[in-house]
């Protein structure tokens, strides 16, 4: 029988990692147990959450800054218990967000070109969690808009202008929230519990809209949403401990539309969508390897692209944003994976023979600009993220092996013809020079 092969073009999206030269090495990465990427970045930075003697700091580490990090790298150090998670701001590229177990948050503002010093002191310090705080998420399309998430079972939702926490989410979650995640347009939140819960949270108006079971083992578990319809991925654990991910429609929870076994591994789900390309990025902690699926509109709502394989085990990963990547290599997307001392880029990349941009692979991605203060999110007001094209930004390479240069040949003169050439050149200057005598004397009758 023949075999069909379903047509996509990410069908043939590969990951390329970094020459060693371009990687980060001798980091010194966190050993906190707790169940986070350790990692986040945008276009200039990436921060990682440092393994200090008294604990309480994390890196911010230019791009600039490959191969063997400096020793006496210079770290955040604000806090008093160790950093759990991190998250840029995605309109300003110098505030970082950091939640720790210290039961605060903290906002860091990092000066252009990055540290040059220890960083004690804090923009902001957001008191209000009674424990410590696992998770920190910026809202894609509002301001200063910060969620959060701590082991005292609530989500409260900040303004890092004010330092205030103008939104709380309290006594609707029965256990340890493991990860939580914005909607596309910023309305709606969505989180995972160590009951086995996931909640679809309306912040604003300070409920829970649905909850229901979602993986029935007792491991760590992940959501995000996927896009613009707004259905929702979760990836957790079997009652067997084999890892498994669903695909959930935000409106009931009874029952997934698909529910998919991945293998009996043991490391947390770390997923990562990419709303541009639809593809969804599977990355396992204490493995090496990289799954990526393609999400669609209909049954079954998830197909599988390919792998990305490494004998190195990842602790961490997270992406950059898309108008950071390599446009005229097709870089769709570039994941930022943390090994135990080591950070590597790995590019994923569609083949294609011409040059030219590629606006199929390219829509219009977000533009780091918001689209609401917070003063307007905080009236109920919703928007869309605001994008941009990739298309000005795209250069296009040479293709060197198409350059052929064209090198002439050295003609030897006789004397006969270098002699023609000298006469000819001796009668160009004199004719040169009676024409500026001309000039002079038309100069000098003008002048009288």
């Not at 063997?68 to 955040?76: A, E, G, H, I, Q």
């Not at 067997?240 to 591994?265: G, H, M, Q, V």
């Not at 000298?422 to 020079?433: G, I």
């Amino acid at each position: 029988m023949s075999r069909v092969v379903r047509s996509s073009k990410y069908r043939h999206l590969f990951g390329k990692v970094a020459k060693k030269e371009d990687c980060y090495d001798d980091l010194r990465i966190t050993t906190s147990a707790w169940d986070s990427n350790f990692i986040a970045a945008n276009g200039q930075y990436f921060a990682v959450c440092w393994n200090s003697g008294g604990g309480g700091t994390f890196a911010v580490i230019p791009y600039s800054m490959k191969g063997k990090v400096d020793p006496k790298l210079p770290l955040v150090t604000g806090h008093k218990s160790p950093v759990l998670d991190l998250d840029f701001n995605p309109f300003n590229d110098n505030l970082v967000a950091s939640a720790s177990e210290d039961c605060t948050s903290k906002i860091w503002g990092i000066p252009a070109g990055g540290l040059t010093a220890n960083l004690e002191t804090p923009l902001q310090t957001l008191n209000g969690h009674k424990r410590k705080v696992g998770n920190v998420k910026f809202n894609p399309v509002a301001n200063n808009i910060l969620a959060t998430a701590a082991s005292d079972f609530s989500v409260k939702v900040w303004d890092i202008e004010r330092g205030k926490d103008v939104l709380s989410i309290d006594g609707q979650h029965t256990d340890l929230i493991q990860s939580i995640d914005w909607n596309h347009n910023g309305s709606l939140l969505v989180s995972s519990a160590k009951d086995k819960k996931m909640r679809l949270i309306d912040p604003r108006q300070q409920t829970v809209a649905t909850e229901g079971l979602i993986h029935e083992g007792v491991k760590g578990s992940r959501v995000v949403f996927l896009g613009k319809p707004g259905k929702i991925f979760s990836c957790g654990f079997t009652k067997t401990s084999e890892r498994e991910f669903a695909i959930w429609d935000p409106r009931d929870f009874s029952k997934p539309l698909n529910r998919t076994n991945l293998d009996s591994s043991s490391g947390v789900i770390m997923p990562f969508f990419d709303a541009d390309t639809n593809v969804l990025f599977l990355a396992g902690k204490g493995d090496g390897n990289i799954r990526y699926y393609e999400i669609v509109d209909e049954d079954p709502y998830i197909h599988w692209l390919s792998e990305f394989k490494s004998a190195t085990p990842q602790r961490g990963a997270c992406t950059i944003p898309k108008r950071y990547c390599d446009i005229s290599s097709n870089e769709v997307v570039r994941i930022l994976k943390l090994g135990n001392r080591i950070m590597e880029p790995i590019g994923f990349e569609v083949p294609r023979k011409s040059d030219v941009f590629q606006d199929d692979l390219f829509p219009d991605t977000a533009s780091g600009e918001p689209t609401l203060s917070s003063e307007e999110w905080l009236g109920g007001k919703n928007g869309e993220v605001k994008l941009t094209s990739l298309a000005p930004g795209f250069v296009q390479k040479e293709r060197v092996q198409d350059f052929k240069p064209t090198v002439q040949k050295e003609e030897k003169l006789s004397e006969h013809e270098m002699k023609e050439q000298l006469d000819k050149l001796q009668k160009r200057v004199s004719y040169l020079e009676a024409e500026l005598v001309k000039r002079d004397a038309k100069i000098k009758e003008l002048s009288s």
